[in-house]
Antibody
Framework: QVQLQESGPGLVKPSQTLSLTCTVSGGSISSGSYYWSWIRQPAGKGLEWIGRIYTSGSTNYNPSLKSRVTISVDTSKNQFSLKLSSVTAADTAVYYC??????????????WGQGTLVTVSS | EIVLTQSPGTLSLSPGERATLSCRASQSVSSSYLAWYQQKPGQAPRLLIYGASSRATGIPDRFSGSGSGTDFTLTISRLEPEDFAVYYCQQYGSSQFTFGPGTKVDIK
């Protein structure tokens, strides 16, 4: 059974960089069958896809966040990471990591982490 | 960017009743690349339907999806107590994945 677990600081100061890591267990992140994404959800609001990475290291980002986002992968640790720079209060949200199947648009999110709340505040 | 609109915002029903949720896209969704997720408070979303009408592994057959182009529907044939939740549609037909704002199904 694949499991994903987010980790990282729960509080980030405005203008700083948010950094989160997703650890994958129960399967190899190096499998060519999947993409690995970050998705966020402000309290009481809907879901926003941030971006994704393939095991090769190729990435796709949401254009609305592209200038501030970097997603990377560490196959030796079975982890992938998110960095979001120049954060503001609008970036306060629960951040999820998720797996999508690398077929048919590669946007079917079949496994999700439990989510981690990141608050941007001084 | 494909914008998804969901209606109604809230659906108040009793257990055993049928729920019909709508998702409309601002432009045609390529190859019916439309998914539905269920989310309960404090939990991550759970995949229910993909490809507009295919049930994900382990999803009961009371959940069904239909539609194409710009109009999609999620139907829950008979609501069970555990089905009261928020439901999101999501399109993955374009390179920028987007989600709808959600429909809350609550107990009448």
């Amino acid at each position: 059974q694949v499991q994903l677990q987010e980790s990282g600081p729960g509080l980030v100061k405005p203008s700083q960089t948010l950094s989160l890591t997703c650890t994958v267990s129960g399967g190899s992140i190096s499998s060519g069958s999947y993409y690995w994404s970050w998705i966020r959800q402000p309290a009481g609001k809907g879901l926003e896809w941030i971006g994704r990475i393939y095991t090769s290291g190729s990435t796709n980002y949401n254009p609305s966040l592209k200038s501030r986002v970097t997603i990377s992968v560490d196959t030796s640790k079975n982890q992938f990471s998110l960095k979001l720079s120049s954060v503001t209060a609008a970036d306060t949200a629960v951040y999820y990591c998720a797996r999508s199947i690398a077929v048919a648009g590669a946007g079917i999110f079949d496994y999700w982490g439990q989510g981690t709340l990141v608050t941007v505040s001084s | 960017e494909i914008v998804l609109t969901q209606s109604p915002g809230t659906l108040s029903l009793s257990p055993g009743e049928r729920a019909t949720l709508s998702c409309r896209a601002s432009q045609s969704v390529s190859s019916s690349y439309l998914a539905w997720y269920q989310q309960k408070p404090g939990q991550a979303p759970r995949l229910l339907i993909y490809g507009a009408s295919s049930r994900a592994t382990g999803i009961p057959d009371r959940f069904s999806g239909s539609g194409s182009g710009t109009d999609f529907t999620l139907t829950i044939s008979r609501l069970e107590p555990e089905d009261f939740a928020v439901y999101y549609c999501q399109q993955y037909g374009s390179s920028q994945f987007t989600f709808g704002p959600g429909t809350k199904v609550d107990i009448k």
